[in-house]
């Protein structure tokens, strides 16, 4: 789980080093992994139904030797604080759970096209 003191670094990165507004929506990318492919599209109506657009799935580069899953990512424009953000991080822990995934593996964030 991402801490609140990682999400301040991250939130005091953004305002240092982009121009980006806070207080306006950014997209937010989210990501989830699993074992197979088909429990991540199992979940994509249900996190459509809250919101989330699909934007990928896909098989990361993995070193050789390492076992080969899968990656879900999903974006939803947004305004967060750093609160806010921690709550929905362990919303997404407790749905990756819920659903058998392997994992809730974080988020990204970029300006709105």
């Given at each position: 789980m991402i801490t609140l003191d990682q999400l301040e670094e991250l939130f005091a990165s953004i305002r240092d080093n982009t121009d980006w507004d806070l207080s306006a929506p950014l997209l937010w990318g989210y990501f989830f992994t699993a074992d197979q492919d088909e429990q991540l599209t199992d979940v994509i109506p249900l996190l459509e139904a809250q919101g989330y657009a699909f934007v990928d799935l896909f098989i990361p580069q993995l070193e050789a030797g390492k076992?080969?899953?899968?990656?879900?990512?999903?974006?939803?424009?947004?305004?967060?604080?750093?609160?806010?953000?921690?709550?929905?991080?362990?919303?997404?822990?407790?749905?990756?759970?819920?659903?058998?995934?392997?994992?809730?593996?974080?988020?990204?964030?970029?300006p709105l096209a």
């Open positions: 076992q080969e899953y899968f990656v879900l990512h999903m974006e939803k424009a947004e305004v967060h604080t750093t609160a806010s953000l921690f709550a929905r991080n362990a919303e997404l822990v407790d749905f990756a759970a819920q659903h058998g995934l392997r994992s809730y593996d974080g988020m990204d964030v970029g």
